[in-house]
């Protein structure tokens, strides 16, 4: 079980509170939690990853075990620690201006 | 008993103001979906407890949300998970992808960039189906759902139209107007900024400049410039659809022939630069604007803050003060900020860019403010509920 932490909007768009629980299949990579993800929650679509690129949008940041994870490549596999449900994975909306 | 909905977008959310027809007691419902830049909320004409919002943010990206109930409640038209298990949700409401190749427009350095997609700014709901809505886009482009917003196409016939030679301005380069003509379901005309209007005769197929007549002499040096011109807004009166108004950058204008022409009609104002334009509802030839200063200062002329009012179809403008902040006023009315409702004693709407919104409930005579300090106004639409 991988558990994801939403920055608050998104936690109002998907409409849930704290933390979001997907079942991933192993090896889970960046990639594959952010389509269980929107899997889940499809209102989610296209506010972490552009719809045309698929590409992280700008503002919007990843993190995992107190380590940036945001220009990881989405094929990347993540610690352990989230793996195992131990530690969040955090989607993070940027500090910036606003 | 009639009712008025007025719906408000603002920088930080949506509000839901309503009143009974003496339109002097309001209720304010709201911030829905707050910290969000709400661009645009348009209720259905067949249908109007069925509300359509662009919701945006820097962060992430564009949503649209579907009221079914005049407001109360919001989904976002395809956000239900898969009904199947293992089935991946298309997730589609939110998606507006560039139609086929996605071409280059002019770029501020005079080089060619390719479309990228920003936001909403503006939805249009169909006047005879509740499920077909027009959306315009930043950057420039318009696209359509029959479904009730689960899916959007872009009509890319408009793209066509010479949008290699489309700039954008300051404010960038979006379709901020969409006017369908109630006499000829195939008609519509859209605005862009820093490129001009155009008009489609078949449904979005193909589309055609419609800016002759319009001057942006030191911008655009040919007079006969097909594109280019920075429209700010273009109005009509369902009764006469050949009838269209615009309040250019500078320059309030008009044309009796679906835009084959246009004639300055800006007479004296005491500025021909400004954002909204109006008409009323019963009277075509009542035109409502709010000057502005210059496009270098966005307020109004010696802080002043007034609507002007022609009865002659330009030319001739009368200033509406009464209730408005006569000094000290340094705010803005955006594009989209102005509406009227359609009661028998025509009432008018704006919002203003201090978190204003100001109604008359007597053709502009005399103004109130409704509510004084919301965010930033986007937007004002109103609906008339009877």
Not at chain 2, 46 to 74: C, E, H, L, M
Not at chain 2, 198 to 225: C, H, M, V
Request: with cysteine.
């Amino acid at each position: 079980m991988i558990r994801v932490v939403l920055p608050y909007h998104l936690r109002n768009l998907a409409r849930v509170d704290g933390e979001v629980q997907l079942e991933v299949a192993s090896p889970a990579t960046i990639g594959s939690v952010l389509d269980a993800l929107e899997g889940s929650y499809p209102a989610l679509r296209g506010t972490i990853r552009d719809h045309a690129t698929q590409k992280r949008r700008p503002f919007v940041r990843f993190f995992a075990c107190k380590e940036d994870l945001s220009h990881d490549p989405p094929e990347s596999r993540l610690p352990d620690e989230v793996a195992s449900g131990a530690e969040p994975f955090l989607i993070i909306g940027a500090m910036a201006g606003g | 008993m009639s009712k008025v909905r007025v719906l408000v977008g603002t920088k930080k959310g949506a509000f839901i103001l309503t009143a009974d027809g003496k339109r002097q007691k309001w209720k304010v419902s709201g911030p829905h979906f707050a910290g969000w830049e709400m661009y645009h909320l348009k209720g259905s004409p067949v249908d109007p407890d069925r509300i359509y919002a662009s919701q945006t943010s820097g962060w992430f990206g564009q949503v649209i949300q579907r009221s079914n109930d005049g407001g109360k409640t919001w989904v976002t038209p395809d956000g239900a998970p898969a009904p199947v298990p293992g089935e991946f949700p298309k997730g589609e409401s939110n998606k507006f992808v560039y139609a086929g190749k996605v071409g280059t427009h002019k770029w501020y350095d005079g080089t060619q960039h390719p479309w990228e997609f920003k936001r909403i700014w503006h939805l249009e709901p169909s006047l005879t189906d509740p499920d077909t809505v027009y959306a315009g886009a930043e950057d420039a482009a318009i696209f359509k759902t029959v479904d009730g917003g689960k899916t959007w196409q872009e009509l890319p016939g408009l793209r066509n139209a010479k949008g290699n030679l489309w700039q954008p301005g300051a404010g960038g380069m979006a379709v901020h107007t969409i006017l369908l003509d109630p006499k000829n379901a195939n008609r519509i005309y859209i605005a862009i900024s820093a490129a001009g209007a155009f008009r489609t005769d078949n449904g979005g197929k193909t589309w055609k400049p419609i800016n002759r007549g319009l001057k942006s002499q030191y911008e655009l040096p040919d007079p006969d410039a097909e594109v280019g011109h920075c429209v700010h807004r273009i109005a009509l009166h369902p009764s006469r659809p050949d009838v269209l108004f615009m309040q250019k950058h500078w320059d309030v204008m008009r044309t009796n022939s679906a835009g084959e022409q246009w004639t300055d009609v800006g007479g004296n104002l005491p500025s021909d630069f400004g954002f909204p334009i109006e008409v009323h509802a019963h009277e075509p030839e009542t035109v409502f604007v709010v000057p502005i200063k210059s496009d270098s200062e966005h307020f109004p002329p010696e802080g002043k803050l007034r609507v002007y009012r022609s009865r002659t179809g330009g030319n001739e403008w009368k200033a509406l003060t009464k209730g408005l902040p006569q000094k000290d006023c340094y705010v803005n009315v955006l594009r989209d900020a102005m509406a009227v409702d359609s009661l028998d004693e025509c009432g008018v709407y704006f919002g203003t860019t201090g978190g204003q919104v100001y109604a008359s409930a007597d053709s502009g005579d005399t103004w109130n403010p409704i509510v004084r300090d919301l965010p930033a106004v986007y937007s004002v639409e109103v609906q008339t509920l009877r």
